[in-house]
């Protein structure tokens, strides 16, 4: 599930997935698929080369200025 974290603007500063259909706005399988980590097997599990099904993968996405470097 992705964790949006807005820099203002949100009550709490963050919110969920969609309570009623229960759907991330971001699918972390899919992104990693499409940048290569791994495919996807026939019980619509992410497999990696190295870890086959057996990984977790986590992010943040925010639209907060950061400094890079």
């Given amino acids: 599930m992705a964790t ?10 963050y919110w969920y997935a969609n309570r009623e259909t229960l759907k991330a706005d971001l ?5 990693a698929y499409r940048a290569g980590v791994g495919n996807f097997g026939m019980n619509h599990l992410l497999i990696t ?14 639209d907060a200025p950061l400094v890079s470097g």
């Fill in 27 to 31: 699918s972390f399988k899919y992104a």
């Fill in 49 to 62: 080369k190295d870890f086959g099904p057996k990984v977790r993968m986590a992010a943040i996405l925010t």
């Fill in 4 to 13: 949006i974290a807005p820099s203002e603007g949100s009550e709490y500063g």
